[in-house]
């Protein structure tokens, strides 16, 4: 099935350190979605865009979404040990949800 | 309150066989969603049902079939199961726009 691209793939990173992963797509969408999930858990809704160019923040988290409804990234400030885990945008047209491929974040001690 | 549960959560069938998953939406919640989640890729749609209606599908076979009940909890069904079908099933409920999703059921194909 059709999944969005997002990079990077995985990301190390030290504790404290930004983080900035992205998300395009070759087809527009109405609402962009961004989830963190944790290994045997399901995805956790952290920001949702309903605008072009819009920017929302959520605590540390702030994410964007492009001018033309094909792209969004999501900046994480000053990471923290839990925000390990593997994030996924999502894409909404009507009802139905694409998700990227996921980036993974893992934080080197 | 409590979110979306799905039952069971873990689940192990033999090839031609089949299976019932459970989900419960929010509370008000009258959307529920289907995704299948491969391991180490994004969850894929299945369906989607709102006021027990079908609204949506993606592109799976017809040996994937749901219904929504008027408490707006969801089955989904899977016939004649394919070593394939292994995977992670998440329900996700939405009132609108936002869709939360439940814990999963795992599901192994033997």
């Known amino acids: 099935g059709q999944q969005l691209n997002q990079s990077p793939q995985s990301m190390f990173i030290q504790e404290g350190e930004d983080v900035s992963m992205n998300c395009t797509s070759s087809s527009i969408f109405n609402t962009w979605l961004w989830y963190k999930q944790d290994p045997g858990e399901g995805p956790v809704l952290l920001i949702a865009l309903y605008k072009a160019g819009e920017l929302t923040s959520n605590g540390r988290l702030t994410a964007q979404f492009g001018i033309t409804r094909k792209d969004s990234f999501l900046n994480i400030s000053a990471s923290i040990p839990s925000d390990v885990g593997i994030y996924f945008c999502a894409g909404q047209l009507a009802e139905k949800l694409t998700f990227g491929t996921g980036t993974r974040l893992t934080i080197i001690p | 309150d409590a979110g979306v549960t799905q039952s069971p959560t873990h689940l192990i069938k033999t090839r031609g066989q089949h299976v019932t998953l459970r989900c419960s939406p929010i509370s008000g919640h009258k959307s529920v969603s289907w995704y299948q989640q491969v391991l180490g890729q994004g969850p894929q749609f299945i369906f989607q049902?709102?006021?027990?209606?079908?609204?949506g599908r993606g592109n799976f076979p017809d040996r994937f079939s749901a219904r929504q009940f008027p408490n707006y909890s969801s089955e989904l069904n899977v016939n004649a199961l394919l070593l394939g079908d292994s995977a992670l099933y998440l329900c996700?409920?939405?009132?609108?726009?936002?869709?939360?999703f439940g814990p999963g059921t795992r599901l192994t194909v033997t």
């Open positions: 049902y709102y006021e027990k209606e079908e609204r």
């Open positions: 996700a409920s939405s009132s609108q726009y936002e869709q939360y």
